[in-house]
């Protein structure tokens, strides 16, 4: 079409109705743009975030932390880790943060103690959305391909590069950082409410069994001749019933001559019972001594057959390991982040966790349920 016939096309008034709609719609499409752009971003602002009532206690913790003042002077603000850059992530979290609007008018947290008992609910949520995206916000500022570890704190500098190495993420760690910790104690509820009714109920087919708690254990059903005590989370191999009594057989290990104690494997101090003088002698012989080359010390595999009490057994390995989890991360939290399980091998737990374990809420019988779980998931084993 030449430029003549272009022109005259363009002043037919069909065409000029068309053109100006088209007019119209983009002028709108652009309007609408800039001001949805410009109203996403006053958002942004941390006089926007916490001019709502229920951010109050939020910020005050904030602004206690290195995040809101620092030696460096640099800041950051609500939206540097809670909404990520990229465009379409943005836009989720916005629309994600809604709810708050809605938890604002409904008064869902708009006292301390309201707060209070939504904060473990609320960092939850922000811990798993962080956790999904690789603590990308955190990244944006904390990238670790820029940190001179060498410089870092002691322990900074033992925790970055094996982060590095395994893929951890930053959430991991360091939770607890800007806002206070929430009280991780109904973890362990939760857990326990779920696992309870596994406690005293050995479903057939079961193979292996564990104490909830360290108890006594006996030579015969009836109870008569004690054996010694079973430590709380041992394995124990179960044979088989005999009303309210459970055979269990005990396989593990004795060092040297030490003959009153059984340990779960040759050179590590975990323990699974302690023998009386019937119960030594009962026990038999499992197979050849080793020498533990660190040590120079023998061990001798060693086998023994006794009875439980079925009301303190339980047969979910998995829920029992969930419970010592929930235990031992509701405790470890309060000061710091808990360390990985194979962080120690099994007799490195004993002694970490015999430090700690005074300055933990944990009960005696928690605390040994707690160490068996940490020493059988060491680095040194492949956990049971």
């Known amino acids: ?41 006053v958002t942004d602002n941390i006089e926007f975030c916490v001019s709502c009532h229920s951010m109050a206690p939020a910020y005050e913790e904030y602004k206690t932390s290195s995040h809101y003042q620092n030696a460096s ?26 709810r708050d609007l809605w938890a604002e008018l409904r008064g869902t947290i708009d006292t301390p103690k309201k707060f209070e008992d939504k904060r473990l609910e609320l960092a939850q949520r922000v811990w798993h959305e962080m956790e999904k995206t690789d603590s990308q916000t955190c990244r944006n500022c904390h990238a670790f391909d820029d940190m ?21 993420t930053c959430i991991s760690c360091h939770k607890g950082l800007v806002h206070q910790m929430p009280d991780m104690g109904s973890l362990a509820e939760a857990a326990y409410a779920e696992f309870e009714k596994t406690i005293g109920q050995i479903p057939d ?8 708690e360290t108890q006594a254990y006996f030579l ?64 038999r012989v499992a197979g050849d001594p080793v020498t ?17 009490p079925m009301a303190g057994l339980t047969a979910e390995t998995d829920g029992l390991w969930s419970y010592a989890n929930a235990l031992y991360i509701a405790n470890c939290a309060l000061c710091h982040a808990a360390p990985h399980l194979d962080e120690f091998d099994a007799n490195q737990w004993s002694g970490q966790f015999k430090g700690m374990v005074d300055s933990s809420n ?10 068996t779980y940490l020493q059988l998931h060491g680095s040194d ?3 049971h």
Not at 79 to 84: E, N
């Open 381 to 383: 084993m492949g956990g």
């Open 220 to 283: 015969d059903a009836a109870g008569q001749t004690a054996a010694g005590k079973v430590l709380a989370g041992a394995p124990f191999e179960l044979i088989g019933t005999d009303g309210e009594m459970a055979n269990i057989r005990l396989n593990g290990w004795r060092q040297d001559d030490v003959a009153r104690v059984m340990y779960a494997e040759a050179g590590k101090r975990i323990l699974l019972a302690s023998l009386k003088d019937d119960a030594q002698a009962a026990a």
């Open 205 to 212: 087919g079961t193979d292996m069994v564990h104490p909830l």
């Open 292 to 308: 533990v080359t660190e040590t120079g010390q023998i061990w001798t595999p060693i086998v023994l057959e006794g009875w439980l």
């Open 73 to 98: 002077g640099v800041k950051a603000i609500c939206t540097d880790c809670h909404v990520p850059e990229p465009w379409d992530e943005y836009v989720i979290a916005k629309v994600k943060a809604t």
């Open 362 to 371: 944990l009960l005696k019988e928690e605390g040994r349920l707690v160490l």
């Open 1 to 41: 079409m030449s430029n003549s016939g272009f022109r005259a096309w363009l002043t037919r008034p069909a065409s000029m109705a068309w053109s100006l709609i088209a007019l119209i719609f983009f002028g709108a499409g652009v309007l609408f743009w800039g001001g949805f752009h410009t109203a996403m971003h």
């Open 148 to 168: 001179l570890v060498p410089a870092q704190a002691k322990d900074a500098q033992k925790q970055h590069p094996k982060a590095m190495d395994e893929g951890d």
